[in-house]
């Protein structure tokens, strides 16, 4: 507000220091989210006065910066406009991020565990069969003796991608060759029989490296395999990021990308099933798409989408408002208890001058007693009377004291000490002119009265908070129809690389490129049927009603603010009237007082009148003064029914108050 203060004039305050006070604002400090958001305010807290000297203007300032009800009023807006920012919240968009790995630990299935098992087995058959095959290929090239082969298995081995198959000669063809070389013995032809026995031990020697290799392939392949598993391991990393939209027409749109990789294989065991592995590849997968919700029914459409927050936002100005009416009505009881405490002074000056004035007639009462002009008993009346007076002034000082800690504790202030009792330093006002009053008068409009005062404009928009809600209501009568559609795109790529940390980002990057399908899309409707729809006729009704509520409160307080300010404009004239025949009722009695006085002094007025003048004096001016606190106070109240006892400019939800 900003009001310039004469040096000479003190009037400091004392707030009350503490370790609490300080560990708990950083604590709050602290734990506040500082990065997202302001910081609390810090708690009310009473100041002290000190004492000094204190003007109406000064009074004021400091009340409407420290009286309670004011930060009761602004902690109430603060409330509000945290609800608004909180229905803002619900259109804001919202990035979402999950992450997770999960790892699922199976035991081997009793089928495929037989499955390996048979497969080790056949392995280690084949490679004693081709062993034992070797063996007596061996010994025939050692005796020299041609022969047909030993027995001989037929079989595939199939070990991932790997397929080995094993054949035998037929035993006919070594009879035909026992016949041929007995030919060639009976037709003489040693040299042919040399020849073919020759070919023989060849192809036995091809045999026989054919048979140990086929017998150290599968010995090679049963130890790749290793021992069979027991245990199954599947771990999945996922990722998703994803975008939240609400619109005030109450349509949802939420894209999202997602991304899984997984490797699933046997635990100890590679993913190559050449080494006792799986055979399942490490697969990466991707999908982006987008989900879009409709309401087609309750809770569509910008009335029902937006009802919470344009509430919330109608209550938040009408907070504002509220709190301009709150500033005026302790500017209201400020004014009023300054004026009281300022005729509380005056009655305590009129008091103690009447004091004075006692002393002074008892000393002239003694000096006519010495003179012998008056009896000694005469005094005894001035001196019952100056023990009134006295008396009278000491009621007086209390008073005084009351109204000043009346007024401290009206400007929110404290005081632990009479010393803190602040010294005013302002009188009563002058009675307001006759044109001033034409002017006050003239204003007594019920639209410009409604127009000026802040909590009219607040009960207005507190009654448009409540029919938002109410057409809400009205509106979410229908049934609760959804529409839904996604649609995405999906990606994958597949890799025998194991799934580590530094080959994560480029199988992903891969799923994006390879194996891009789409669109794949889902359009869903979900219809909700209450049969009563007693919930949403049960709001609508609670609604209307809050909805008339407001509205009377609103019409009840433009009417009474112009009854009051009817009376108030009334009672004015007659505190005027009243205040001026007060005044002229003490001039009088002021003169007449000194014209006992003197009549006293020349011995031609007894004691009894004298007192009975002094006391109609103190009783005049005391009842004028009552009449110009009445009229003053009353001129404030009309003012204040008005809406001019306090400028106040409301812009949205910031109050602003002008010059006093």
């Known amino acids: 507000m900003g009001f310039a203060q004469d040096p000479a004039v003190r009037w400091t305050m004392r707030r009350q220091p503490g370790f609490l006070g300080l560990a708990v604002a950083m604590l709050s400090w602290l734990s506040s989210p500082w990065l997202f958001a302001s910081p609390s305010s810090q708690p009310w807290v009473p100041p002290t006065a000190s004492g000094g000297s204190l003007g109406l203007q000064q009074a004021l300032t400091l009340a409407l910066t420290h009286d309670p009800a004011v930060a009761q009023a602004r902690a109430t ?48 058959g084949v490679a004693n069969a081709f062993e034992a095959l070797a063996q007596g290929i061996q010994q025939q090239l050692d005796s020299g003796e041609l022969g047909p082969l030993p027995e001989c298995i037929e079989t595939t081995i199939t070990i991932g991608t790997t397929v080995t198959e094993v054949h035998c000669v037929p035993n006919t063809v070594f009879i035909d060759l026992e016949a041929l070389l007995r030919g060639y013995e009976d037709a003489g032809l040693p040299e042919a029989v040399q020849a073919v026995r020759d070919a023989w031990r060849r192809q036995l020697e091809t045999y026989l490296a054919t048979a140990r290799l086929v017998a150290y392939v599968s010995r090679q392949i049963l130890r790749q395999q290793g021992v069979a598993p027991t245990i199954e391991d599947r771990d999945t990393l996922a990722y998703s990021f994803g975008l939240t939209k609400l619109y005030r027409n109450g349509i949802q749109l939420a894209p999202q990308v997602q991304i899984e990789a997984v490797r699933d294989t046997w635990r100890g065991k590679p993913l190559d099933p050449s080494f006792g592995g799986k055979g399942v590849l490490a697969s990466y997968t991707s999908r982006m798409g987008f989900q879009l919700d409709i309401p087609l029914g309750r809770g569509g459409g910008y009335i029902s989408a937006q009802s919470a927050e344009r509430a919330a936002q109608a209550q938040a100005e009408a907070s504002a408002y509220s709190e301009g009416a709150t500033l005026q009505r302790t500017a209201l009881s400020t004014w009023v208890a ?92 002058e009675p307001p002119g006759e044109q001033e009053l034409e002017a006050l008068a003239a204003k007594l409009v019920r639209q410009e009265l409604a127009a000026a005062r802040p909590e009219v404009t607040a009960a207005k928009l507190a009654a448009k908070a409540a029919s938002f809600l109410a057409d809400a209501a ?40 390879e194996g891009f399908a789409g669109p794949s899309a889902v359009l869903s409707l979900n219809f909700s049927l209450p049969f009563a729809n007693s919930f949403a006729r049960g709001r609508l009704a609670s609604a209307r009603a809050l909805e008339r509520q407001a509205l009377i409160r609103q019409g009840d307080l433009e009417r009474t603010i112009g009854l009051r300010a009817t009376e108030q404009v009334a009672k004015v004239r007659e505190r005027k009237a009243e205040f001026l025949a007060r005044v002229q009722g003490a001039e009088a009695a002021a003169k007449s007082l000194e014209a006992a006085q003197e009549l006293f002094r020349a011995g031609e007025l007894g004691m009894v009148d004298l007192i009975v003048t002094e006391e109609a004096l103190i009783a005049a001016q005391i ?38």
């Open 474 to 513: 009205r509106a979410d009568l229908r049934r609760e129809v959804n529409l839904s559609f996604t649609a995405w795109y999906t990606g994958l790529h597949e890799t025998p690389k194991t799934m580590a940390a530094t080959r994560w980002w480029p199988g992903v990057t891969k799923a994006f490129g």
């Open 77 to 124: 807006k603060a409330f509000n406009l945290g609800s608004w920012r909180l229905q803002q919240g619900a259109f804001d968009e919202v990035f979402t991020f999950d992450g997770s790995f999960s790892r699922d630990t199976l035991p081997l299935a009793s089928g495929l565990y037989k499955n390996e098992l048979v497969r080790r087995r056949i392995l280690r």
């Open 338 to 429: 300054y004026y009281n405490a300022v005729a509380a002074r005056e009655r305590l000056r009129l008091f103690q001058e009447t004091v004075t004035r006692e002393e002074k007639l008892f000393e002239l009462a003694n000096a006519l007693v010495e003179a012998d002009e008056i009896a000694p008993a005469d005094t005894v009346l001035l001196q019952a009377r100056l023990a009134q007076a006295q008396a009278q002034a000491a009621q007086a000082r209390e008073a005084y004291q009351r109204a000043r800690v009346e007024l401290l504790s009206t400007m929110g202030f404290s005081a632990f000490d009479p010393s803190n009792l602040p010294e005013l330093s302002d009188a009563l006002p």
């Open 623 to 660: 009842a004028m003064v009552n009449a110009q606190l009445s009229l003053a106070t009353d001129v404030v109240k009309l003012r204040y029914e008005l809406g001019e006892l306090l400028p106040i400019q409301v812009q949205g939800t910031e109050v602003r108050v002008g010059e006093l």
